[in-house]
């Protein structure tokens, strides 16, 4: 036994060493294009997406099942699409980079639909959740924005794994968009929840549909500006082979790649989780829709705090334990928050239940940084694992086919979700308090227990990732080399190219 412990000891040791042994490298992306990528960071986030599951049930009012019928539909065409997209973005290499071109392509066009959706009440002010020019324009925008949604979020996840190719300085890069941006990103979330609770006690007289009109159009145009700003500015430094790849080659050292397919496992496990957006909870049950923004004050600062010791962690522990932790211990921690409140029916109670979110919402944020870097790290990671397991880069059809799985899931499950609220009671567009007892006692448990349950599911697979510190340097420096010697060929046939300054004068 003292043997086996300290075998253990000496590969833990191994791999701590290994890990230190990466090398520092350069530093590609300068402080001006940083800069703009934490604003970029910022736009993903500086949205209302978070009062989706609110605005459209009860303040757009598209009935619930309209949504789960359109949510399908929606998700099937994004599934067909995506398998489009991704190919054609793996077979791009323009001038200005594989990816650069379709985000430029999308900012605009991307933020004027933003803010139709969010617009909508405006054209369809107090209509029924059935009316059926609001539901078939909804539709239609959906599906549009689909489509463009989907080569959007191909081209952003692909750019972070090629502006720089230098591991550390992507890390470095990563860490500081995530903690600069997590300091104003939830501004716009955050205010729009204080004043949803002054409208709902008629201390703001306005209509609810004007809060969200103005907040969301607003929050639209300020992303999409961020986004366009990053997109001009940025550039792509890793090379792309010279021979594009076909799909034949890219599906195959996908499915060959034992790193992805076990992030692609855990995603589509992952994405059973089943809940309904808790601001229905704090609404409809505590009446106190700020209650998801006083909850967090004490974890704010944890936030911030998280990062300072995340690169420390990395030395002390492997990817796959940081990855484990970061992902599921929220989903421990509901598990808790249920169990008190099913106690003597705290959750009806509003003093102990922000008590209790409050400090599941401190303890979780201990590891922010860790579950905000860490799954970015390892997308990027599997992807140089595929560069340098086959020779070529596949960013496009990699994540698409990461994300295929759980789409297909997603489908259901979303639909799953919307029809849940219809089969626990919940009536649109009563005010807070005016829901039953039963519908009550449900929603506690489709924001706690239900989606703590389902969501650890996605835990499985990740205790079989296989890419340890050896593993990871080894390749980084392989993968240097290649890619030095690649520049180098490419020089040297441009060079051949040249006309001699004779021959030109001569002609």
């Known amino acids: 036994m003292a043997t086996e412990t300290k075998e253990v000891q000496t590969v833990e040791t191994e791999n701590q060493q290994a890990h230190r042994k990466l090398p520092k490298g350069r530093r590609y992306v300068g402080s001006r294009e940083t800069f703009t990528y934490v604003l970029f960071d910022i736009a993903q986030s500086f949205n209302l997406n978070s009062k989706s599951t609110y605005y459209l049930t009860d303040v757009l009012v598209i009935s ?54 969010w617009a909508m009440p ?113 550039k792509e430094r890793v090379l792309q082979s010279v021979e594009k790849p076909t799909v034949k080659n890219t599906l195959g050292s996908i499915f060959k790649s034992r790193p992805l397919m076990l992030l692609t496992i855990s995603e589509f496990l992952g994405q059973f989780n089943i809940s309904t957006n808790i601001m229905l909870y704090y609404t409809n049950v505590l009446n106190f829709s700020s209650a998801q923004l006083v909850v967090g004050i004490p974890g704010m600062f944890v936030t911030y ?18 990855w484990i932790v970061g992902d ?37 944020n201990f590891v922010y940084a860790m579950r905000k870097v860490v799954p970015e790290e390892i997308r990027n990671e599997t ?64 924001t706690t227990l239900l989606p703590a349950a389902t969501g650890l599911i996605g835990i499985i697979p990740k205790f079989f990732y296989n890419i340890d510190a050896k593993t990871r340097e080894r390749m980084y420096k392989e993968l240097a080399e290649r890619r030095s010697e690649t520049a180098k060929n490419i020089n040297d046939i441009a060079d051949s190219l040249e006309i001699p300054e004779d021959t030109a004068s001569e002609e």
């Open 64 to 117: 619930y099942w309209w949504q789960a019928i359109m949510n399908v539909v929606v998700s099937i065409w994004d599934i067909i699409n995506d398998l489009f997209l991704g190919a054609i973005v793996d077979r791009t290499n323009t001038r200005i980079g594989k990816f650069k071109p379709y985000l430029l392509i999308y900012a605009v066009p991307g933020m004027i639909m933003s803010m139709f959706y």
């Open 122 to 234: 405006l054209f369809f002010p107090e209509t029924s959740g059935s009316y059926m020019p609001k539901i078939i324009t909804y539709f239609i925008l959906q599906m549009v924005q689909n489509l463009a949604v989907s080569l959007y979020n191909i081209a952003k996840t692909g750019i972070i794994a090629t502006i720089t190719p230098d591991v550390l300085d992507r890390t470095r890069l990563i860490n500081q968009a995530n903690l600069f941006s997590s300091l104003v990103e939830n501004i716009p979330d955050q205010a729009c929840t204080i004043f949803i609770d002054l409208v709902n006690h008629g201390v703001w007289k306005i209509k609810m549909t004007t809060l969200f009109v103005y907040m969301g159009v607003g929050t639209a145009f300020c992303a999409g500006i961020l986004s366009l700003f990053f997109s001009f500015k940025v």
């Open 305 to 322: 705090y998280s990062y300072t010791y995340v690169n420390k962690l990395r030395e002390r522990f492997s990817t796959k334990t940081l």
């Open 328 to 364: 599921h211990w929220g989903e421990v921690l509901l598990i808790l928050v249920y169990a008190f409140g099913r106690f003597n029916k705290n959750y009806k109670r509003k003093v102990p239940m922000l008590i209790a979110f409050m400090l599941r919402e401190t303890l979780w």
């Open 383 to 446: 992807i140089d694992y595929g560069e340098w397991k086959y020779g070529f880069r596949t960013e496009g059809l990699t994540g698409v086919i990461k994300g295929l799985a759980a789409k297909l899931v997603r489908t259901f499950m979303g639909s799953f979700s919307a029809v849940l609220l219809g089969l626990i009671g919940y009536k649109q567009g009563l005010k807070p308090g005016q829901q039953t007892e039963r519908t009550e006692r449900l929603l506690f448990t489709m």
